[in-house]
C-alpha cells in the first residue's frame, strides 16, 4: 500500500466517523424544557398537573414563572401547592360572555398563575430542576391543552415556551409545556408533545456517549494519520 492511499484511508474513516458523530448528535432530543403531567387529570374532570422546571443557564437562577391557562377553554377552578421560598399569584380574568358548564354557569377565569422566589437564595440554580403544582378545574373536554410558558432568570433574561407543535411536525425549539387528556377515567400524563420518529429522553444519555465517544476516535485517528505523515515526510 502506497503511502498516499494510506493516508487517504485514514482521511476518509476520520471523515465518516465525524459524519456519524454529527448524526447521532442530531438526534439526540432537547430534554431540559419546562413540562407538565398529571396522573389523574381527564376530560371534564379535576386533576393535579405538575409542571417540571429545569433551570438550562450555565450561570444563572430561575427565580420566576408565568403559566398561562387556555382562554377559548377557560377552567374556573385553580389552586397552587405551597413551594417553599415561592410566592404564587393567580390571575382572575372577566369573560366576555358567561359560559354554562357541566358544573353551572362562569363569568370569570384564573388567566395566569405566576410564581415568584422571595429571595435570590431560592431560586433554581443551574444544574438544578424545581416542581410546581396546581389542581385544576374541571379541564376542558378536549384532547390536549397547552400551557404557554415564560421562565425567568436571576440575569434578567426569560425564555418563552409557547410554540405550539403539530402532531406531524419537529418539536420545536422551545415547545409550550402541553397534557393529554383522556376521555375515561384513566388519564394519559404527556409533556411536551414529541415527534414519533425521535428517541425519548430516557434515550438521551447513551446517545450522547456513543456521539462523544465516535468523536473521541475520530479525533485519535485524525492525529495518527498526521503523525504518520509527518515522520514519512
Do not use: C
Not at 425521535?198 to 462523544?212: E, K
Request: glycine residues 6%; without cysteine; aromatic residues 6%.
Amino acid at each position: 500500500m502506497t503511502r498516499s492511499r494510506a493516508r487517504l484511508r485514514f482521511r476518509t474513516v476520520a471523515a465518516i466517523l465525524l459524519a456519524l458523530t454529527i448524526g447521532f448528535a442530531s438526534a439526540v432530543p432537547a430534554s431540559a424544557h419546562v413540562r407538565v403531567s398529571s396522573t389523574d387529570a381527564v376530560q371534564g374532570g379535576y386533576g393535579v398537573l405538575t409542571f417540571r422546571v429545569p433551570t438550562e443557564s450555565d450561570t444563572a437562577s430561575t427565580v420566576g414563572l408565568i403559566i398561562t391557562l387556555p382562554s377559548d377553554t377557560p377552567i374556573s377552578s385553580v389552586s397552587t401547592q405551597p413551594v417553599p421560598g415561592w410566592t404564587a399569584t393567580r390571575t382572575v380574568k372577566k369573560l366576555t360572555q358567561p359560559i354554562t358548564t357541566d358544573d353551572g354557569e362562569i363569568d370569570s377565569y384564573i388567566s395566569k398563575i405566576t410564581w415568584k422566589a422571595d429571595a435570590p437564595r431560592y431560586g433554581i440554580k443551574p444544574g438544578e430542576f424545581g416542581q410546581f403544582s396546581i389542581s385544576a378545574g374541571p379541564l376542558p373536554k378536549t384532547a390536549s391543552i397547552a400551557f404557554p410558558t415564560v421562565q425567568r432568570y436571576s440575569d434578567g433574561s426569560s425564555v418563552a415556551w409557547d410554540e405550539i407543535a403539530s402532531g406531524s411536525s419537529a418539536e420545536p425549539e422551545h415547545p409550550a409545556p402541553t397534557i393529554t387528556l383522556s376521555s375515561g377515567a384513566t388519564p394519559t400524563a404527556t409533556s411536551s408533545p414529541q415527534p414519533t420518529d425521535q428517541p425519548s429522553d430516557n434515550n438521551t444519555d447513551w446517545l450522547s456517549s456513543i456521539a462523544v465517544g465516535l468523536a473521541a476516535v475520530a479525533v485519535i485517528i485524525s492525529a495518527i494519520a498526521l503523525l504518520r505523515s509527518r515522520r514519512r515526510d
